[in-house]
């Protein structure tokens, strides 16, 4: 089964701006919360979420299509029981990749992010990545090789969402530290507020595609 180009644009388009995993989804709020302090923090924890994102639509769909719903596999519903607990393995493994590498190639950054990185485990945009499309893309019709680029596909674009959604938020955050704010309203109230108000304006992209 083919994609024309019009389905590949509506699922970059999609999952950049109308289903936003954050400001959409309401998906992984806190890294968006948490790590949108600084410009910098927030580019570094969103290629970290766009390798582990990509990563692990890859391997969890290999492991879902090509292990769990394999003809000689399948009669042991291994779909139905495991699917949820390989995938967080996978994701767990990923994200140890991850901190291995920024400890020893950008300690900076590293520590920057802080108690954010290795959260990236629990994070649900990550899971969700992998579970929202994945009994579409499953489908008999699709070959492996078509379901494991939709899937890719699927991560790549989700995580750029995300990116763009903690780069945004980054900015403005950046920008109110030197607003002049009520007392009451400094640190997540006003985070909070502008998190809302992001959402709403991204809003706007519905119905474009």
């Known amino acids: 089964m083919e994609w024309t180009f019009t389905e590949y644009f509506a699922l970059m388009f999609g999952l950049i701006f109308t289903q936003n995993f954050v400001l959409s989804q309401f998906l992984g709020l806190c890294p968006f919360f948490g790590v949108s302090k600084k410009r910098d923090s927030a580019v570094g924890m969103g290629l970290a979420v766009i390798f582990v994102m990509t990563l692990a639509s890859v391997v969890t769909m290999l492991i879902y299509k090509g292990l769990f719903l394999n003809p000689s596999l399948e009669k042991y519903h ?46 649900c945009a990550v899971l969700g990545v992998t579970q929202i499309k994945l009994t579409e893309f499953a489908r008999p019709e699709y070959s492996l090789a078509q379901a494991v680029w939709l899937q890719s596909l699927y991560g790549i674009f989700g995580g750029i969402g995300f990116t763009l959604a903690l780069y945004l938020m980054a900015g403005v955050r950046e ?23 992001m959402a709403l304006a991204f809003f706007g992209f519905q119905g474009f595609v």
């Open 175 to 197: 920008h109110l530290e030197t607003a002049m704010i009520p007392e009451s309203m400094k640190g997540m109230p006003i985070a909070v507020i502008s998190g809302c108000c």
């Open 78 to 123: 291994m779909a139905e029981y495991l699917d949820i607990a390989s995938f967080i393995l996978v994701i767990a493994s990923l994200v140890q990749f991850v901190e291995i590498v920024l400890k020893k190639l950008a300690p900076a950054l590293y520590k920057s992010l802080g108690i954010f990185l290795p959260l990236i485990t629990t994070n």
